[in-house]
């Protein structure tokens, strides 16, 4: 054979001469600087809040919190929060179970068309909700006011649990979703031939193989409604819960030791829900990891029928939301003058055009940087597993739970001092929302790496490549589907949070969604209603710009 | 000076886990070595070392007189075949076949041809354009050791190549991976837990059993004389017999009756376990038929089941409580037919028996 050893005998085949970066001087340093950044942009901001709310003139005591329990109308907070984000999480996954179980077992036709239907309320700030459900049901409701005529007063706990079940029914669902299509369906197969009927085969074998991820759910709902700020501010009348209270204290009231009180009293059962949801999330996906999904037999007339009408019923309430917010941007003065006009977009009240791009630039580069920064720390804790890798996990993860409004206030006490150049630009905004979203992106980066065997970096160096080859070739274009949707996650989540940023915007630094809430508050809900769309064909639209750029690529790879 | 690999009491824990205990091993350039054992044994971890993946605890690596315990896989250039093939799936044939040259900033034009030579060689150049997962787990496996080979590495290491692989396929790839170490001349370090593939490929085994080696030699001192009961075993099929030591020279007691033993007994030790291969036995006409065999060595037994293994036909027979197998070509089986059921006469000769110390295990 031709091969003849040694051949071309110029080729240094041994690359002994050839310097190659020692890949624990790259890892260290790399591992070293997410580290610190944890600790400043997290660790250190959080303990400040603590620290605030224990506070006295003479050293540490506890008189905030007799304050915040003696106090009626603020001790009421807490009982309200609590009452308010149950009562949502139980509506929520009940729901959302019965729509991922009619998606996923029934053969229902535009099961598709349902599921992307559902997930819509994804791209829309958490307080488009409560507006479009004021703009039906408030004081000049189309529906309340001008079609029955009756005098429903919409503010206050249920207006607060009806947009909340709406805001949180895709994330809901998601869960659900995976649970049950996972699931194995022959499971109740087995029990039907054993002579169960239907319904007791849902509730003696469906039900209990889903737990954990109806668990999951739940904990996830209640850890977002619990913190949520947009919904209840905007249509919690004076019903006020533990987010609006921070924001009472600290903005109204500039009583920054009660809001550091009612913010650690918002932290308790925010991070205990995170926490179950956690274990529950882990618990469920030991449990559905690579199942076949079986055939489905044709769902009885009756049952397909039930099935259908709720879930379109759902998603007609859905689209009327959507419908509501768009058809409200285009109209002169919603309840009294039903004109078509564009005034709305011209924003007289705001200077909406310039607050889009302010939003625009925070989310780009939080998706970018976000995405960056999770998958450095995913391949770093997954791939690497050097001493601490552990640790470097869990300040990465605890962050969601979190409430946006308290890390708000944790970085005007961190942050908010002479010399910190970040403070009041864009990048104060910028690294809040990378930190407050950074679990999901982690986690995501983590499932991508596991899944990208250890062999392919091991042929990958010893056929002579280094670090940075092995990276740029192999590793970095085998997460490019994992890196493109953990952008367009901090990208989206970044265009509509509110509670985050509440605290931190300055005048020329204020977002979309920070506008659509002050517009409202400044009764000017045409222009809320403008800015909403405005963030909502953002969104869709650079999602269906990255689908026509990477799409095609980023099947390929899944499919090669 | 020739480029051999010496291995010189390499160890490897992870935590309290002797991995790899104390291996010496010299491997000669252009030679076919084999590490055979069974799962968890020490082979891969011995070969990942070799390979730069993992460091020694104790003990060095040398190649080419030079200690290479802590230089890192890329200044090694040793080939690494895996299991799992290990192509990269974002990448066409031709990419990673070009991987290795291109790391070592080839020149573009140099590139092509290289590739091709190395793809002719494996016979799938007409697959340059495909994606790995266009191709069957045999194909993947020769792109995977056309990429390893491209880079002109002075050793190739090779992971259990062959385990993913349908049983038609591994044989055939068995002796693509022969030939090609022929006419390449290459060193090759080869990790299988299948005694055939070591038999078959191997100029030289090495035998590992709980990190340590436990024997090494060729494939014929392997097989006729297995230094342990372990490799006796664990290499081809043995018979093995508890017995226990006799007052008289060369005689040993199995149950209630006397064996002779033609290879001296250990120094010491009450028991002694003779193993004896299936095809050493053999069935007599008679027990009577003795023709100049030792009488003693005459055991009889009823057959429980005829096995047809190809060439060979397998007979299990029960002597007493134990199950002896016995090996026949298809000739002696039809001169001598036996059916499950049968009486039969076995003589094991004195000359057959492999003599180690103590019960097994």
């Known amino acids: 054979m031709a091969l003849a050893r040694g051949r071309p005998a110029e080729i240094d085949w041994s690359l002994a001469h050839r310097r190659f970066v020692d890949e624990r001087y790259l890892l260290y340093p790399a591992m070293a600087g997410v580290f610190l950044l ?123 649990v009806i947009s909340e079940v709406f805001y949180c029914f895709p994330h809901a669902l998601i869960i659900l979703y995976t649970t049950l299509s996972a699931v194995d369906t022959r499971l109740d ?10 319904w007791r085969t849902f509730w003696t074998v469906t039900v209990p193989s889903a737990k954990y991820g109806v668990m999951s759910a739940s904990f996830l709902i209640f850890n977002l409604v619990i913190t949520d700020f947009g919904n209840p501010k905007v249509i919690g009348g004076d019903y006020n819960v533990l987010a609006t209270e921070i924001y009472n204290q ?25 926490i179950l949801q956690y274990y529950f999330s882990r618990r469920n996906y030991a449990l559905i990891s690579g199942q076949a999904r079986p055939f489905l037999r044709p769902t009885r007339r009756g049952a397909a029928r039930a099935f259908g009408a709720f879930c379109w019923l759902v998603c007609a309430m859905i689209l009327l939301v959507y419908a509501t917010i768009i058809t409200a941007s285009f109209i002169k003065l919603w309840g009294y003058d039903f004109t078509p006009t564009l005034r709305h977009y011209r924003f007289e009240a705001s200077d909406g055009w310039q607050v889009l791009w302010v939003s625009l630039k925070i989310s780009v580069i939080g998706g970018i940087v976000g995405a960056i920064f999770s998958l450095l720390v995913a ?122 940023v509440i605290f931190l915007y300055a005048p020329d630094t204020k977002t979309a969604a920070l506008s659509v809430l002050l517009l409202d508050d400044a009764g000017e809900a045409g222009e809320a209603a403008a800015m909403s769309t405005l963030i909502i064909a953002v969104i869709l639209a650079v999602f269906l710009l990255v689908r026509l750029l990477l799409g095609r690529q980023g099947f390929k790879l899944i499919r090669g | 000076m020739s480029k051999d690999l010496i291995l010189d009491r390499v160890s490897k824990h992870f935590g309290s886990l002797w991995a790899v205990h104390e291996v010496s091993l010299e491997v000669r350039e252009g030679e076919f070595v084999c590490f055979l054992g069974p799962s968890g044994c020490g082979k891969t971890t011995l070969l990942r070392m070799v390979a730069g993946f993992e460091t020694p605890s104790a003990g060095r690596i040398l190649h080419d007189g030079r200690v290479i315990n802590d230089l890192i896989p890329q200044k090694r250039n040793f080939g690494f075949v895996f ?45 340059r354009e495909r994606y790995p997962a266009q191709l069957s787990g045999g194909e993947q496996q020769r792109i995977a050791l056309a990429r390893a080979l491209a880079t002109n590495p002075s050793v190739l290491l090779l992971d259990e190549p062959l385990s993913a692989l349908d049983a038609k396929i591994r044989v055939y790839l068995r002796s693509e991976i022969k030939r090609l170490q022929r006419e390449l001349g290459i060193t090759m370090i080869y990790v299988t837990h299948d005694q055939e593939e070591a038999l ?162």
């Open chain 2, 200 to 361: 078959s490929l191997a100029d030289r085994i090495v035998v590992m059993e709980r990190g340590r080696v436990q024997q090494m030699g060729s494939a014929a001192e392997i097989y006729r004389r297995p230094r342990s009961s372990f490799v006796a075993d664990f290499v081809g099929t043995s018979n093995f017999l508890d017995c226990r030591r006799d007052r008289a020279e060369g005689l040993v007691a199995f149950g209630d009756r006397l064996l002779r033993v033609a290879q001296p007994l250990p120094a010491d030790g009450e028991q002694v376990s003779l193993a004896i291969r299936p095809e050493a036995v053999e069935l007599l006409e008679t027990p009577s038929e003795l023709g100049g065999r030792e009488p003693r060595n005459v055991l009889e037994g009823e057959v429980e089941t005829v096995t047809l293994l190809g060439a060979v036909v397998r007979l299990a027979v029960l002597v007493g409580r134990e199950l002896m197998l016995v090996d026949l070509t298809q000739r002696e089986f039809d001169r001598r037919p036996a059916r499950p059921g049968d009486r039969v006469a076995l003589y094991l000769p004195p000359e057959g028996f492999m003599v180690y110390p103590g019960g097994r295990g």
């Open chain 1, 189 to 198: 197969e087995a029990a039907e031939s054993l002579g169960a009927s239907g």
């Open chain 2, 83 to 127: 299991q799992s093939y290990a192509l990269f799936p974002n990448m066409t044939v031709f990419d990673n076949v070009a991987f290795g040259l291109r790391a070592r900033r080839i020149a573009r034009a140099r590139i092509a041809p290289r590739v091709d030579e190395l793809l002719d060689l494996v016979g799938l150049r007409h697959y």
């Open chain 1, 38 to 160: 944890l600790v400043v942009f997290i660790l250190f901001p959080i303990l400040q809040v603590i620290q605030r709310s224990v506070a006295g003139p003479e050293g540490v005591t506890l008189a905030n919190y007799a304050r915040y329990f003696t106090h009626p109308r603020i001790a009421s907070t807490a009982w309200r929060s609590l009452w308010v984000s149950g009562l949502s999480t139980v509506l929520t996954v009940s729901l959302a179970f019965v729509f991922a179980y009619a998606l996923t077992r029934t053969t229902i036709p535009g099961r598709g068309l349902l599921h992307t239907l559902a997930l819509l309320p994804l791209v829309a700030p958490s307080l488009v909700q409560a507006l479009a459900l004021i703009f039906l049901f408030g004081r000049n409701g189309l529906i309340t006011a001008r079609l029955l005529g009756a005098d429903v007063n919409i503010y206050g706990w249920h207006g607060i």
């Open chain 1, 250 to 274: 600290v903005s109204g009231q500039q009583n920054l030791a009660m809001g550091s009180t009612v913010s650690v009293i918002l932290m308790i059962p925010a991070v205990l829900a995170f």
């Open chain 1, 379 to 500: 391949y770093i804790v997954e791939k690497k597993q050097p001493p601490g890798a552990r640790l470097l996990y869990l300040r990465a993860v605890i962050p969601a739970a979190i409430p946006g409004m308290v890390l708000g206030l944790a970085y005007i006490f961190a942050f908010n001092r002479p010399g910190v150049v970040f403070y009041g630009t864009i990048w104060i905004l910028v690294i809040a929302n990378i930190v407050h979203y950074l679990a999901l992106g982690v986690l995501a980066g983590i499932a991508n790496m596991k899944q990208i065997d250890r062999s392919l970096e091991e042929a990958s160096v010893s056929l002579g490549a280094g670090v940075l080859m092995t990276f740029r070739r192999v590793l970095f274009p085998l997460s490019r589907v994992a890196f493109v949707s953990s952008a367009l996650y901090f990208f989206m989540t970044s265009m509509v949070t509110i509670s985050a």
